[in-house]
């Protein structure tokens, strides 16, 4: 199993959406249903960070799913995950945005992530979502996918968010349940980077 480590700086669930919003902004996919993850880790990162490098190894030279190196500028992902994530296929793209989290999220952590299907080892008991790095890159990659203005849209037909959004059924039903929350609000009517409308 991958370690999972502590961070001070993480995000509640409101602040991540607005975060997530903030970078569908900055890769130009605000008003997208279908986020294209594999051009934003193959071609628009490396805009903004030019030393950046996406590496595709072959399955038998990874333990894990996906690892991500925020300090080395480079995510390195199982060549099936990618080749699946390149087919649309829902848990390969929510690795992919996963790992894109930890990437944006976590730049100052010098350790190694992992996405892994089996989970993570805590790096200290007991800690909440705001805590873990895995759960935050999990709650950035549920809102960058799938944001609460679109979610809200779905918010009758969970079936069809997944559908549109290409994510797992699961993260479909959590996202239009936080879109209807009153924190959610302002976030879901969003139209600006900033939260202008």
């Known amino acids: 199993m991958a370690k999972d480590y502590f961070t001070s700086r993480g995000l509640n669930t409101p602040k ?11 890769f130009d996919m605000a008003y997208v249903e279908l986020v294209d993850i594999v051009s934003i880790l193959e071609f628009r990162l490396v805009e903004r960070y030019p030393n950046f490098r996406l590496a595709i190894k072959a399955d038998a030279e990874m333990r894990e799913d996906a690892l991500t190196e925020p300090h080395l500028d480079r995510i390195t992902v199982r060549r099936s995950v990618y080749i699946a994530a390149c087919e649309n296929d829902v848990e390969a793209r929510f690795t992919l945005a996963h790992e894109l989290g930890h990437y944006l999220l ?13 989970g993570a080892v805590q790096d200290i008991a007991g ?7 895995e759960d935050q890159a999990d709650m950035f990659a549920r809102h960058f996918l799938a944001p609460p203005s679109l979610a809200y849209q779905h918010k009758s037909d969970p ?17 239009i349940t936080m879109s209807k929350w009153r924190e959610s609000y302002s976030v879901r009517n969003q139209t600006g980077p900033s939260g202008t409308q």
């Open 16 to 26: 991540m959406m607005v975060e997530a919003m903030k970078y569908r902004h900055e």
């Open 106 to 118: 976590h730049r100052e952590k010098h350790v190694q992530m992992h996405k892994d299907q089996r």
């Open 127 to 133: 800690m909440n979502a705001d805590e873990s790095i």
């Open 159 to 175: 079936e069809r968010l997944a559908a549109v959004a290409r994510i797992p059924l699961r993260i479909a039903r959590g996202n």
